[in-house]
């Protein structure tokens, strides 16, 4: 059962920008801290940033911090991440799952790629 859906990665150039979604199926999903990650190619799957419930955030990776914004709406069930002044290091598939543990199956990711 699909329990959420990421959406919004594409091609980017540098400095460019990208807001990346996640919509939610779970009528619980209010009751979770989530969260942003990525995965780049070789590499583990790293928490990116969260946000309570009640619009707390914290960015785990200092490299973001200032240029990526986390925000949910309660009401729709969606989670977003507003993406600035990419650089080629954040090429990777973005995943959206509670934090700071993912305790849900994960989804398909939304992949974001710079063009050369």
């Known amino acids: 059962q699909v329990q959420f859906v990421e959406s919004g990665g594409g091609l980017v150039e540098p400095g460019g920008s990208l807001k990346v979604s996640c919509v939610a199926s779970?009528?619980?999903?209010?009751?979770?801290?989530m969260g942003w990650y990525r995965q780049a190619p070789g590499k583990h799957r790293d928490l990116v940033a969260r946000?309570?419930?009640?619009?707390?955030?914290?960015y785990s990776v200092d490299s973001v911090k200032g240029r990526f914004t986390i925000s949910r709406d309660n009401a729709k069930k969606t989670g977003n991440l507003q993406m600035d002044s990419l650089k080629p290091e954040d090429t990777a598939v973005y995943y959206c799952?509670?934090?700071?543990?993912?305790?849900?199956?994960w989804g398909q990711g939304t992949q974001v790629t710079f063009s050369s």
């Open positions: 779970r009528s619980d999903f209010s009751s979770y801290t």
């Open positions: 799952n509670p934090a700071p543990q993912a305790v849900w199956d």
């Open positions: 946000i309570t419930s009640a619009g707390i955030t914290t």
